[in-house]
């Protein structure tokens, strides 16, 4: 009974004042939680995902593109097997889902059988075009890629599959450049000089329909004392610069034609510069002292010489 009366007297015994102390404790805990978490927690939850992102790679691209030129051009025998072009080679290496790093590594690791397959075409093209017709051989090499070897072309090793695609470019041996180049230099000259002359033709013609016009205009209504002989000392002029013009290009014609007839064997001059009879490679080249048919080492594909 005693004790009864002593919780009945004791106002901080009461259910209700129990609730009131919880509730002040559980708002004392979630306030040092969010200090705990504005201050500590999250800045150090934000360091660590902004290290883990510096450390991580980047994932790698759904298709990563690896460019390569062959390590050194390749010389191939041009028509007649006295000189040569030089071939220059590069390959684009494409794979989904292949990190840059490792791409890199199987374009190396596949490079030599590309060169061969490139070389085997090439080779086989050389031999049909004249040592100045680098421009030639380059689209028909390029055209003979495209048609036999249909690239791209796939290599597999494991579970990773490689893609690539060759480029080529063709260069003159510089011997026929040193041939070419004061032909090329005249050539180029003439061009700009016919350049010249067709705009001053051009201006020509302008010029002669603007005083026609005029002189249409004189006749339908003549101008009266000095106007009238000012026009007639314009138009006489002008009658004087067109026959000029005139005179000029036909001089210019006669010139082209001279320039014509002196460069008109050039082409057959450079074909026939092979003057040794091309022999089979059984035969000895020792009476020559020039070189015949390639050997076979020279003359075989480039696939199996690698």
């Known amino acids: 009974m005693a004790e009864a009366s002593k919780q009945r007297d004791d106002p901080a015994g009461t259910p209700a004042s129990m609730i009131d102390r919880g509730r002040h404790i559980c ?12 201050h500590h927690l999250a800045p150090a939850l934000k360091n660590l995902k902004a290290a883990v992102a510096a450390e991580t790679p980047p994932p790698p691209p759904d298709e990563p593109t690896e460019r390569q030129e062959a390590s050194a051009p390749f010389a191939l025998p041009a028509q007649g097997y006295v000189f040569t072009f030089t071939v220059r080679a590069t390959f684009t290496w494409t794979a989904t889902g292949v990190r840059p790093d490792l791409l890199s590594w199987y374009a190396r690791y596949f490079m030599p059988d590309a060169i061969r397959r490139v070389k085997r075409v090439a080779a086989e093209q050389a031999r049909a075009f004249p040592a100045h017709r680098a ?24 579970r990773v599959h490689v893609a690539c695609r060759p480029e080529v470019s063709v260069r003159l041996d510089e011997r026929v450049r040193q041939i070419l180049q004061p032909y090329s230099e005249r050539l180029i000259k003439l061009e700009c000089q016919n350049d010249l002359y067709t705009r001053r033709a051009q201006y020509a013609e302008q010029l002669n329909r603007r005083w026609k016009a005029i002189m249409d205009e004189f006749v339908d209504h003549p101008a009266p004392g000095e106007a009238e002989e000012a026009i007639k000392e314009e138009l006489n002029q002008a009658r004087r610069h067109l026959m000029e013009e005139e005179k000029a290009a036909a001089q210019w014609n006669k010139k082209l034609q001279r320039e014509r007839r002196r460069h008109e064997g050039f082409d057959d001059f450079l074909n026939a510069i092979d003057i040794i009879p091309q022999r089979s490679p059984t035969q000895s080249d020792e009476t020559s002292g020039q070189p015949g048919q390639p050997t076979a080492a020279e003359g075989r594909p480039a696939s199996d010489s690698g």
Not at 27 to 38: A, E, F, P, S
Not at 135 to 156: M, N, T
């Open 27 to 38: 708002g004392q805990v979630v306030k040092g939680l969010n200090t705990l978490w504005k």
């Open 135 to 158: 421009g030639e051989l380059e689209v028909s090499l390029r055209r003979a890629l495209d048609e036999q070897d249909r690239p791209p072309w796939h290599y597999k090793r494991g």
